[in-house]
């Protein structure tokens, strides 16, 4: 699901309410570096768990005291960001 290299990860498959806290642990124990690109260009499948990994994902970060950012949302990922109002948190447009 996560491939790690350097300072970019890419997130790959589906992120649903069947797969999410595998996908959470994976990127727990993974997202070590002061600075971190996740690419999400090979998500799959969504559903609201995924708006919330990303958000958890950006809280344990900031914890942390490291930067997180996220490229290539995919379309179904992007429409529902908007709709639940975190546009601004996970810097889509």
Do not use: C, H
């Amino acid at each position: 699901m996560i491939a790690l290299e350097g300072e970019r990860a890419t997130l790959a498959g589906p992120v649903t309410l069947a797969n999410v806290n595998a996908v959470l642990a994976d990127g727990t124990r993974t997202f070590k570096a002061p600075t971190l690109t996740v690419d999400l260009a090979g998500v799959t499948e969504v559903d609201s768990t995924a708006v919330s990994l990303l958000l958890e994902w950006r809280r344990a970060a900031q914890r942390e005291k490291r930067a997180i950012d996220y490229v290539n949302y995919p379309a179904n990922l992007k429409s529902l960001i908007q709709l639940y109002g975190v546009s601004e948190l996970l810097n889509v447009s």
